[in-house]
């Protein structure tokens, strides 16, 4: 007889766990890779500041526009797995093609091609995540799948150093060697069985009928995408804090081992701080890793030596394991099962219209500015979602 009259806490369904795993592997490649691209583009290859904000922007105005499109399909045909299956093995085949081709435009063509595959998976995977989360446990869901993406994105860098010591500049093969555990990956979502749900009554495909939602969605829910979407326009590529350290004293390695304790923090932070925001709500959790990411950016805005960047990674880590999921898990909670891939699409979508804005702007600005004003403007700007978002009330939130 069980003594102790606190719930045993919910446990993860079979599918998260898979698709967890899946995330992981496909980290692990995104990740061997991510923060090596923008040092073998500049610095190998000869490739302009503004190339790499405009690329990255691009690359993710690309995928967010996908995003919204297949969130809203996924409803509208009543299944999630195929387009996580699809955008997975897309994902994969991308992975080795700046090695295959070492150019500007292999580089470009494989980021690129690899939005293309996160924008095809994102929405319907998050929909069939949260399709799989007991109630009361999107926070715990999201957070668990979170620190499992995130603890590929810890291996693969290190992976990435590992290989780099004994191979140094041997970019072209780490590409390469990044198709092995992607493949693995995209055959791992063959394992995963689709959540069932009843599918949206409609037939409209066109590729703007996501923003259709935009008017029956709930009220808190529009508040939720407007401030997480201030947010975006602000939120530059990650590249910019590795280059940002780098500048300040870092050797190659170093930026990459900063990012490495970032993405550590942020695999061992977002469980617990998932679980901790189904108990004190979302906005509360989410908020907090606002401010945290507001100091953060203005510390590396005002980086005078490279020691100085290594607490900054580490609290930026708190800031991703603290808004990530949760804001996904907060959208879920706002909208029913059935239109939860067009809900988190269309956030995620003009997230990443966002994101398209916030890299060129910083790229930009950096070239031509000042180094520290991408950094002060997007401190700037997540105070001002910090206070946007603190103002909902909701007593689904309180």
Same mark, same amino acid.
């Given at each position: 007889?069980?003594?102790?009259?606190?719930?045993?806490?919910?446990?993860?369904?079979?599918?998260?766990?898979?698709?967890?795993?899946?995330?992981?592997?496909?980290?692990?490649?995104?990740?061997?890779?991510?923060?090596?691209?923008?040092?073998?583009?500049?610095?190998?290859?000869?490739? *302009?500041?503004? /190339?790499? #904000? !405009?690329?990255?922007? +691009? @690359?993710?105005?690309?995928? =967010?526009?996908?995003?919204?499109? $297949? %969130?809203?399909?996924?409803?509208?045909?009543?299944?999630?797995?195929?387009?996580?299956?699809?955008?997975?093995?897309?994902?994969?085949? *991308?992975?080795? /093609?700046? #090695? !295959?081709?070492?150019? +500007? @435009?292999?580089?470009?063509? =494989?980021?690129?091609?690899?939005? $293309? %595959?996160?924008?095809?998976?994102?929405?319907?995977?998050?929909?069939?995540?949260?399709?799989?989360?007991?109630?009361?446990?999107?926070?715990?869901?999201?957070?668990?799948?979170?620190?499992?993406?995130? @603890?590929?994105?810890?291996? =693969?860098?290190?992976?990435?150093?590992?290989?780099?010591?004994?191979?140094?500049?041997?970019?072209?093969?780490?590409?390469?060697?990044?198709?092995?555990?992607?493949?693995?990956?995209?055959?791992?979502?063959?394992?995963?069985?689709?959540?069932?749900?009843?599918?949206?009554?409609?037939?409209?495909?066109?590729?703007?009928?996501?923003?259709?939602?935009?008017?029956?969605?709930?009220?808190?829910?529009?508040?939720?995408?407007?401030?997480?979407?201030?947010?975006?326009?602000?939120?530059?590529?990650?590249?910019?804090?590795?280059?940002?350290?780098?500048?300040?004293?870092?050797?190659?390695?170093?930026?990459?081992?900063?990012?490495?304790?970032?993405?550590?923090?942020?695999?061992?932070?977002?469980?617990?701080?998932?679980?901790?925001?189904?108990?004190?709500?979302?906005?509360?959790?989410?908020?907090?890793?606002?401010?945290?990411?507001?100091?953060?950016?203005?510390?590396?805005?005002?980086?005078?030596?490279?020691?100085?960047?290594?607490?900054?990674?580490?609290?930026?880590?708190?800031?991703?394991?603290?808004?990530?999921?949760?804001?996904?898990?907060?959208?879920?909670?706002?909208?029913?099962?059935?239109?939860?891939?067009?809900?988190?699409?269309?956030?995620?979508?003009?997230?990443?219209?966002?994101?398209?804005?916030?890299?060129?702007?910083?790229?930009?600005?950096?070239?031509?500015?000042?180094?520290?004003?991408?950094?002060?403007?997007?401190?700037?700007?997540?105070?001002?979602?910090?206070?946007?978002?603190?103002?909902?009330?909701?007593?689904?939130?309180?």
């Amino acid at each position: 007889m069980n003594t102790n009259d606190t719930p045993s806490p919910p446990r993860i369904p079979r599918a998260v766990i898979i698709l967890g795993i899946v995330s992981l592997f496909t980290d692990m490649a995104s990740e061997m890779l991510y923060p090596v691209a923008p040092l073998y583009l500049t610095g190998v290859l000869g490739a *302009s500041m503004v /190339l790499l #904000g !405009v690329l990255e922007g +691009v @690359a993710e105005g690309i995928g =967010g526009f996908l995003k919204g499109y $297949f %969130g809203a399909v996924s409803d509208r045909t009543g299944t999630r797995a195929p387009f996580v299956r699809l955008g997975y093995s897309l994902s994969a085949l *991308s992975k080795p /093609l700046p #090695g !295959v081709w070492g150019t +500007v @435009a292999g580089v470009v063509t =494989g980021r690129v091609a690899d939005r $293309f %595959g996160k924008g095809i998976r994102s929405a319907p995977r998050d929909a069939l995540l949260s399709g799989y989360a007991p109630k009361g446990g999107q926070g715990r869901v999201f957070g668990f799948h979170r620190a499992m993406d995130t @603890a590929g994105a810890v291996v =693969g860098p290190v992976v990435a150093l590992i290989f780099l010591a004994y191979y140094p500049g041997q970019f072209r093969t780490l590409f390469l060697l990044a198709f092995i555990p992607s493949v693995i990956a995209a055959a791992s979502t063959f394992f995963v069985a689709d959540a069932k749900f009843e599918p949206v009554p409609s037939k409209r495909y066109s590729p703007f009928s996501v923003f259709a939602y935009w008017k029956e969605a709930p009220a808190e829910y529009r508040r939720v995408v407007i401030g997480l979407t201030l947010f975006s326009v602000v939120n530059s590529s990650d590249v910019f804090l590795i280059l940002r350290a780098r500048a300040s004293g870092f050797s190659d390695a170093g930026a990459i081992g900063g990012y490495v304790l970032y993405n550590t923090v942020f695999a061992l932070g977002a469980y617990p701080l998932g679980v901790l925001s189904d108990r004190l709500g979302k906005r509360a959790v989410l908020t907090g890793g606002l401010a945290v990411y507001a100091l953060v950016y203005l510390g590396f805005a005002f980086l005078t030596n490279g020691w100085q960047a290594w607490p900054l990674f580490a609290a930026y880590g708190v800031y991703a394991a603290a808004t990530e999921g949760v804001a996904k898990a907060w959208i879920a909670e706002l909208v029913p099962n059935e239109k939860r891939g067009t809900a988190i699409g269309l956030q995620t979508m003009l997230a990443s219209f966002g994101a398209l804005a916030a890299s060129s702007i910083a790229g930009i600005l950096w070239e031509y500015v000042d180094r520290r004003a991408p950094f002060l403007l997007a401190t700037a700007g997540a105070l001002g979602a910090f206070f946007l978002l603190a103002g909902i009330r909701s007593a689904k939130q309180e």
